[in-house]
């Protein structure tokens, strides 16, 4: 059973334009949803996250806008550039209530943003 | 890659022979994690520790075990490797606490079972 659906599994965007990926959960329970960056060879990074007390977060030019009710979540690159390009991975868990605090991972929607 | 340091790197083994992977942190964090990643799967939990010699089971666990007998070293093996676990292993680590819920994680190993 997946509980993190990540769409699309690629995406390629013009430098300036927007990416926007979405992810989609089962979970009621989760309350907290993070989005990591990874570059090739590398460990995935904490890029945003957001809790469903809020339906968007922005930093820079990185948005997640959340839908509590449709359980959905999503990640917005304004202007984005060739430096964006990466692997980006959603996930969620429940981070309330004495858990362990594990991590559900996305399968990840590798972006690629051409000059 | 916030005091997290994998070992081997890189490592190339044989169907059958145990393999353990190593994860040193000097963040003296509480949980540490290893994951593994695969193309159509993402990063997929294998086994986590909320503290010194206490370890639980991921989503993925069949095949491996771990230990961990100090704060700052966390040990995946393979009893017997098979091909399909080549992958490329990933231990992360967190605070606890206020700031639980993020993940800090290495560079990974990259293993291949011939």
Redesign the interface.
Known sequence: QQQVKQSPQSLIVQKGGISIINCAYENTAFDYFPWYQQFPGKGPALLIAIRPDVSEKKEGRFTISFNKSAKQFSLHIMDSQPGDSATYFCAATRASGGSNYKLTFGKGTLLTVNP | ?AG?TQSPRHKVTETGTPVTLRCHQTENHR?M?W?RQDP??????IH?S?GVKDT?K?EVSDGYSVSRSKTEDFLLTLESATSSQTSVY?C?I?E?GPR?????????TQLSVL
């Not at chain 2, 639980?100 to 990974?108: C, H, P």
Request: without cysteine; charged residues 20%; aromatic residues 28%.
């Open positions: 890659d997290i949980y994690y994951y159509g799967h993402g990063l997929r939990l986590y909320y639980d991921g990933f992360a967190s606890g639980r819920e993020k993940l800090f994680f290495g560079s990974g």
